[in-house]
Nanobody, 117 residues
Framework: QVQLVESGGGLVQPGGSLRLSCVASGFTFSLYTMSWYRQAPGKERELVARITGIGIIPAMYADSVKGRFTISRDNAKNTVYLQMNSLKVEDTAMYYC?????????WGQGTQVTVSS
């Protein structure tokens, strides 16, 4: 069955960095577009970054994270990453890994990122 398992969240000061990881299983990872979403308390879930399976199409980013976050993938490890630099208080949220497999959105359990001094 499809599984997405995120890790790497934590508490970091403004200006700091974190790298999130999402390990996928249960589908042919290299063929699928992978995304990171986030949801802050009281707000809707929003798309943060997306990377296609083959990687020919450039990754896309939300305007709020452009130049600070980088999405990447290692198809040999079935893993997608989100490198987050220059973190801001407003980046505080639960971060979720996502893949659309067999026309069904699949989600991990999420990993909490808290940016605070």
């Amino acid at each position: 069955q499809v599984q997405l398992v995120e890790s790497g969240g934590g508490l970091v000061q403004p200006g700091g960095s974190l790298r999130l990881s999402c390990v996928a299983s249960g589908f042919t990872f290299s063929l699928y577009t992978m995304s990171w979403y986030r949801q802050a308390p009281g707000k809707e879930r929003e798309l943060v970054a997306r990377i296609t399976g083959i990687g020919i199409i450039p990754a896309m980013y939300a305007d709020s994270v452009k130049g600070r976050f980088t999405i990447s993938r290692d198809n040999a490890k079935n893993t997608v990453y989100l490198q987050m630099n220059s973190l801001k208080v407003e980046d505080t949220a639960m971060y979720y890994c996502n893949a659309m497999v067999e026309r069904v959105p699949r989600w991990g359990q999420g990993t909490q990122v808290t940016v605070s001094s």
